[in-house]
């Protein structure tokens, strides 16, 4: 606080010094209030005028008859006023942190004798920022978890389908919402008092699907294919999954799923030919469950290729979920640039393989779904 005064004081000389000469004859003015307008602080800038501010920052308000302000407000924020920094022509203040619960976008001045003085002027603050999901997929009445930024209460998750879920608990960087009946694959869409955001994701994404066990397709490797799912063995969130639980010894081949296009006729060809021509503007996203940690060996990944190739993304340990469903988001371009051979657009189809191969023991309890190449900007 001491910092901000001096900061203060500092700012309110510049303008002492430059409107000394109507200061003195206008400081003993009886006339009605009047704004004029609202700059920056800096001297260099004093040209700079502002029609709204972020959270936190130092302005000026500039007119005549200010010198008896006692109150300043924006929207239903209270500013902390310093009586030093009120003269006849300015006020310096800083606009409050707090979230306004009541948006007039309206800049509040209250005098000693009760009068108001209204001005437009907009606090700016961030509409939701919506990054990603713990995981994309999420079963009616479980929770789903958002990350991201700005999430200010009240505020409303909506799904594709039009349906709202029950927010569970809200966080600035986190948001815990009930996925209700009725939500469809599709963007999810924040919405506060201050904007609305619809994310580049998908929930439920059922775009491009190359491995997902739905149906079963491929070479490798049938009898992990989950169907139906026990008592305490994870839930399906989209259909079969892949359940690999098995130790593995260090550096043994194991080949859970994929094969060529030939094997894989409704899978294969769902790589989309944008992905191959610009594989910049793609993730490769799937679903994971660890029930134990991946912390050893190595999880290698082949996706759009037109043959057979052992050279392929390392998808490294260590990762463990703790027995929940989460979405692991890679860049296309990384993937890609661990090919030997780069792909080429196939109407025929692509050759895809899910293996795991590296150094030392793992006790593997892994479960794998949705393996999918998806656009990172929603269009």
Request: glycine share 6%.
């Amino acid at each position: 606080m001491k910092t901000i005064n001096k900061y203060l004081l500092i700012l309110l000389t510049g303008f002492v010094v430059m409107s000394a000469y109507t200061s003195c004859k206008k400081d003993d003015s009886t006339g009605i209030p009047e704004v004029k307008y609202v700059r920056v602080t800096r001297p260099e800038s004093s040209d700079s005028l502002l029609v709204g501010a972020g959270q936190g920052r130092l302005i000026a308000i500039v007119g005549e008859n200010l010198q008896n302000a006692v109150e300043v407000w924006f929207n239903d924020q209270k500013a902390n006023l310093t009586s030093t920094y009120i003269t006849n022509t300015t006020i310096l203040v800083v606009v409050p942190t707090p979230i306004p619960k009541d948006v007039t976008n309206k800049l509040k001045i209250i005098f000693k004798d009760g009068y108001v003085l209204l001005h437009d002027f907009v606090v700016q603050i961030s509409e939701p920022y919506v990054a990603s999901m713990v995981s994309e997929f999420v079963n009616e009445g479980d929770i789903a978890t958002i990350r991201g930024d700005f999430f200010y209460e009240p505020l409303t998750v909506t799904f594709t389908g039009g349906v709202k879920g029950e927010l569970v608990s809200v966080k600035d960087q986190l948001l815990q919402v009930r996925v209700p009946a009725g939500a469809q694959p599709g963007p999810i869409t924040v919405k506060t008092n201050f904007g609305e955001t619809k994310s580049n994701f998908w929930f439920r994404d059922d775009r491009n699907h190359f491995i997902d066990s739905d149906p079963y397709e491929g070479w490798w490797n049938s009898s992990y294919v989950v169907t139906n799912p026990g008592q305490g063995d994870p839930p399906k969130i989209s259909g079969n999954y892949i359940r690999y639980k098995k130790f593995t010894g260090a550096w043994s081949w194991n080949e859970l799923a994929g094969g060529p296009a030939t094997a894989m006729p409704v899978h294969s060809k769902n790589i989309p030919d944008a992905a191959i021509l610009k594989p910049s503007d793609y993730y490769l996203k799937f679903e994971v469950n660890t029930v134990k940690p991946y912390n050893q060996s190595i999880i290698r990944i082949n996706v759009a290729l037109n043959a057979e190739d052992n050279n392929a993304y390392l998808w490294m340990p260590p990762f463990d979920t703790q027995g929940q469903w989460q979405t692991v988001t890679i860049p296309f371009e990384e993937v890609v640039a661990s090919y030997a051979v780069k792909p080429s657009v196939s109407p025929a189809g692509y050759w895809s393989r899910l293996l795991i191969q590296g150094p030392g023991d793992l006790d593997a309890d892994l479960c794998f779904d949705n393996f999918r190449v998806v656009p990172k900007v929603s269009k």
